[in-house]
């Protein structure tokens, strides 16, 4: 009977099991191992409020490579007049992918169990094709493969906060934070960063302090934007993508060519970044890593604000606080910040000025993204796994390193046949795997790789 363990039940863990379940060959067990429990959530899904949307239109959400329309039909069960281009709450998307763990479950031959419990270590077997697998509680697991399907982690610390790191006025995790746990009516607070964590966070907060005063703090003062609200546009087509490609594989020249498309329709320019998708990773790995390190430094900010939009509805709610001044932006850096009485004390650099701002905020709150640097984890299995050298960071500490089979490559260089990767931390090598169109496709990938291993 051979056993595939999958360390993680986020959105791939939990589409990576559903796989496996309709295609492992008889006979198969699979144990799903989660620290909370809680299955199908992760932190993308796992939130309570409705007031979180999705970022991606219901159409494209789908969990199911063969089955294009299964999240959109789920939908309509509660808005029957639910369309491709609607935005649905990521709660009622944590629903969803639970029942599809469940009926997989109850549909397939294979053994599967969920555990929850913390993996304390992961040792290969003397032959190389079994791994033991000991968690906190002591239980021990063997395996025949082993998933890592981690998705995100807690932001890192900006540097100038490291003096905020233990102190209750500093908020590292932001998807751990409760607004209503803020007690003044009407709080100061700080959201570093303005992306789309930054927009969740603005959200709770306008809900449970219709006081607050909120200001927005990023190194370039870049605005969220939003997606339209049916989707696509019609009538519009565009060669980006080839010409790209047929182009020279440097960053000046994917700007340049991209800046003279939009500048030909700019009313189009989301339909322009979204044909960017299906080639945004042969683009990737057409440059060199100088090429990516200047990509990183000068281009990933705003790449993100323009690919990575929020819902209409939730753009709505962002405009209207900041057209009656409840929010306020600033374009700079953090110089210092200490803790003062009952607030933080903080000293800000706005960009283009040698003026410094002194300001004070009942909360500062880290809205920076999520940290995908292991070398900047710290999470007790990635520290593990980091320190006996089976994973390790990519040269650029965007993720980790991964082989074309999604086997994880060793600190010492070899590829662990034993061991896969699915999750955003692909985007090492693969750039675009953050969202459910790509994963989806990747765990059914690794999937095809490991019941072809195990003689299905």
């Excluded at 990576?16 to 959530?41: C, V």
């Excluded at 607004?179 to 100061?188: K, L, M, R, T, W």
């Excluded at 932006?329 to 110089?335: E, F, L």
């Excluded at 390790?392 to 074309?404: K, N, R, S, T």
Aim: with cysteine; aromatic share 8%; net charge neutral.
């Amino acid at each position: 009977m051979k056993h595939l363990v999958i360390i993680g039940a986020g959105f791939s863990g939990t589409v990576t099991a559903i796989e496996f379940l309709k295609r492992a060959p008889q006979g198969s067990r699979l144990t799903i191992i989660n620290r909370s429990g809680k299955m199908a959530r992760g932190l993308a899904y796992g939130t309570n409020s409705p007031d979180h949307l999705l970022n991606v239109p219901a159409g494209n959400m789908s969990a199911l490579v063969d089955e294009p329309n299964s999240f959109l039909n789920y939908f309509r069960q509660f808005e029957p007049d639910a369309h491709s281009g609607s935005f649905v709450s990521r709660k009622l998307y944590g629903t969803y992918l639970s029942e599809l763990l469940d009926l997989a479950k109850e549909q397939s031959r294979v053994q599967c169990e969920s555990v929850a419990g913390e993996v304390c270590s992961i040792e290969p077997q003397a032959d190389g094709t079994k791994a033991l697998i000991v968690l906190q509680t002591g239980e021990q697991i063997v395996a025949d493969h082993v998933v890592l399907a981690f998705g995100n982690f807690p932001p890192a610390t900006p540097r100038g906060l490291q003096s905020l790191v233990d102190s209750r006025f500093y908020v590292e995790d932001p998807w751990a934070f409760k607004a209503e746990e803020i007690h003044c009516e009407a709080p100061q607070v700080l959201l570093i960063g303005s992306g789309l964590t930054a927009v969740d966070i603005l959200i709770s907060l306008l809900r449970s302090h219709p006081k607050a005063s909120i200001t927005m703090l990023s190194r370039r003062g870049l605005l969220p934007t939003d997606h339209r609200e049916k989707l696509p546009a019609p009538g519009f087509t565009t060669n980006i993508g080839a010409d790209l490609l047929a182009g020279s594989a440097t960053v000046a020249d994917y700007v340049r060519q991209v800046r003279r498309e939009v500048a030909r329709s700019p009313e189009h320019w989301r339909e322009i970044v979204a044909a960017l998708r299906p080639v945004t990773s042969e683009l990737w790995s057409r440059l060199n890593v100088v090429e990516r390190q200047r990509f990183l430094r000068h281009v990933q900010p705003h790449w993100d604000v323009y690919r990575h939009r929020v819902a209409p509805q939730t753009f709505r709610i962002y405009q209207d606080a900041l057209a009656a001044s409840r929010i306020k932006t600033i374009a700079g850096r953090i110089v210092s910040a200490r803790v003062a009485g009952e607030c933080v004390s903080m000293t800000i650099m706005p960009r283009g000025s040698d003026l410094n701002i002194d300001c004070s905020f009942d909360r500062v709150i880290n809205c920076t993204g999520p940290c995908t640097d292991i070398r900047k984890i710290s999470d007790p299995l990635i520290s593990y796994l980091s320190k006996e050298s089976m994973i390790q960071a990519d040269e650029l500490g965007v993720g980790i390193a991964v082989a074309q089979d999604y086997s994880v490559v060793s600190g010492s260089g070899s590829n662990l046949q034993w061991l896969s990767y699915v999750g955003p931390m692909l985007k090492a090598r693969l750039w675009e795997a953050t969202a459910v169109p790509e994963l989806r496709q990747h765990a059914r990938a690794l999937v095809a790789k490991i019941v072809e291993r195990f003689g299905g």
